[in-house]
């Protein structure tokens, strides 16, 4: 259902409006009426107006200045010019802030239906656009939050040699969304613990899990968001990393990185 505005300075000229169309034929369930700017900008803020219907020349402001308020600020709403005015100047100011149509007045009934029927035609448009733009917005923050989960659970069974066909792989990177191209090379980095310096309880030792791989993060997958920690078991986990250009200065890159990861596990932990 639609909610529509009547905007006029003239009594005479809201009625015939408002009796010129079987309204709740065209889903219009909800009819509001202003006969000065204030008054419109009011309902705007009280009432969600699909449709505005509205006189270009009022004692204090224009339609054009309210129509270029409303663009502003209700950017779902379509809006038609009613008018006794032919002014050219008036009608490239409509046309150019969107109006749907500038009408002149006296209105044939069947023209101003069939307006108010392209209006509600384009809401319903706009309409099914916001709603798969705030769905797709949804579903890329819920893969956003998911996607280290989604990251692990592929390496794990990478790494656990579950069906590595290529054409599974190709399956699952697809079918999940991943960022990895199967021509990717990656090399894979052991993270283990051999002895903890003294002996922990179930708490504490979550607490030095997380943070090894905390510090694993931040040292040597320093943000590579196609980098991924993976849990091996409670002692045990991977950092994959990018393999990048195999050569000499980057492999010794990579050793002192995790020289200087094993000594500060170490120092703090």
Known sequence: MYQLLIVDDEIH???AVQAAVDWA????SQIHVAHNIKQA???FGEHPIDIMICDIEMPQGSGIELLSWVRERHLLTESIF????SNFIYAKEAIQLGSLDYMLKPVKLNELRAVVLKG??????KREQHISKAESQ?????WHTNRSILMERFWQDVLNQRDLSPKRIRDVLQSRNLPIQETDSYLP???????????LNTEDRKLMEYALMNAADHMIL????????????SDMFVAILPAGTETEDHTKNIEQMCKIYIESCNGYF
């Open 13 to 15: 000229a809201v009625r």
């Open 25 to 28: 034929e065209l889903s219009i």
């Open 41 to 43: 900008m009011g309902i």
């Open 82 to 85: 009613l008018t006794c005015h």
């Open 120 to 125: 509600v035609e384009k809401i319903n448009e």
């Open 138 to 142: 949804y579903y890329a923050k819920l």
């Open 189 to 199: 980095i052991l993270i283990f613990v051999q002895r903890w310096a003294e002996k």
């Open 222 to 233: 320093r943000g590579d968001e196609q980098g991924q920690l993976v849990r091996i078991t």
